[in-house]
């Protein structure tokens, strides 16, 4: 699956899924190379998800693996990885772009392309997290309720928000 936005600056994001799941890890000592042809990440990719993903949450050990059986997208500038999100059933799972390239739109990119491939998705955000709360309120989506004490790590309040 792919779509691609032009920007007048020369940047050109591409939206990839990525195809993993847990085996093809479980397996990833015997064949590294085999892993990445089935994973369509390179060598080193996975690593730049994880900076991207350490900068943008509170939990600094998130395990990005366990989501690849999920709908997992990468956003690439080029060649570059600069963000990712992920759709698991009816929820948005994580989104997140790298810090260098926020407010330019590729956020919006990837959310446009979120609504018109998923319907009625519900997602759940830190209720502290006022940035990315107007992001998806930018984008249609209603904040439904308050949950107190959802999250282990970091601010433990979420809001639950629905599309
Ligand atoms: C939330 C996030 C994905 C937005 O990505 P982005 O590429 O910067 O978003 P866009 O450039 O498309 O922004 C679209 C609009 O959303 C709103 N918005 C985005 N970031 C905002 C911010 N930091 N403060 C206020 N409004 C913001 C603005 O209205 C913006 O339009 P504008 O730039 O014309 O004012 C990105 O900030 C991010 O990765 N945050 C860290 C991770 C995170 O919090 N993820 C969500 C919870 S899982």
Same mark, same amino acid.
């Given at each position: 699956?792919?779509?691609i936005? &032009?920007?007048?600056?020369?940047?050109?994001?591409?939206? =990839?899924?990525?195809?993993a799941?847990?085996?093809v890890?479980a397996? %990833?000592?015997h064949?590294?190379?085999?892993?990445s042809?089935?994973?369509k990440?390179?060598?080193? =990719?996975?690593?730049?998800l994880?900076?991207i993903a350490?900068?943008?949450f509170e939990q600094?050990d998130?395990k990005?693996?366990?989501? !690849?059986? &999920?709908?997992?997208f990468?956003?690439? *500038? /080029?060649?570059a +990885?600069?963000?990712?999100?992920?759709?698991?059933?009816? @929820?948005?799972?994580? !989104?997140a +772009? =790298?810090?260098?390239? %926020? %407010?330019?739109g590729? /956020?919006?990119?990837?959310? *446009?392309?979120?609504?018109?491939?998923y319907?009625?998705?519900?997602?759940m955000?830190?209720? @502290? *997290?006022?940035?990315? +709360?107007?992001? &998806? =309120?930018?984008? /249609?989506?209603?904040? +439904?309720?308050?949950?107190?004490?959802?999250?282990k790590?970091?601010?433990?309040?979420?809001?639950r !928000?629905?599309?």
């Amino acid at each position: 699956m792919l779509f691609i936005r &032009y920007w007048n600056d020369g940047t050109m994001i591409k939206i =990839e899924k990525i195809i993993a799941n847990r085996l093809v890890f479980a397996n %990833r000592k015997h064949s590294q190379a085999n892993v990445s042809e089935k994973l369509k990440l390179k060598p080193g =990719e996975l690593k730049k998800l994880r900076k991207i993903a350490k900068k943008s949450f509170e939990q600094k050990d998130m395990k990005l693996k366990n989501f !690849m059986k &999920y709908d997992f997208f990468v956003l690439k *500038n /080029g060649k570059a +990885i600069v963000g990712f999100f992920v759709v698991s059933g009816k @929820r948005l799972c994580l !989104m997140a +772009i =790298e810090p260098g390239h %926020r %407010r330019k739109g590729i /956020g919006s990119f990837a959310m *446009n392309f979120i609504k018109r491939k998923y319907k009625n998705l519900f997602l759940m955000v830190k209720s @502290r *997290n006022k940035d990315a +709360i107007k992001f &998806y =309120e930018k984008h /249609g989506w209603k904040k +439904i309720r308050l949950v107190r004490n959802y999250y282990k790590h970091g601010w433990k309040h979420a809001v639950r !928000m629905a599309i």
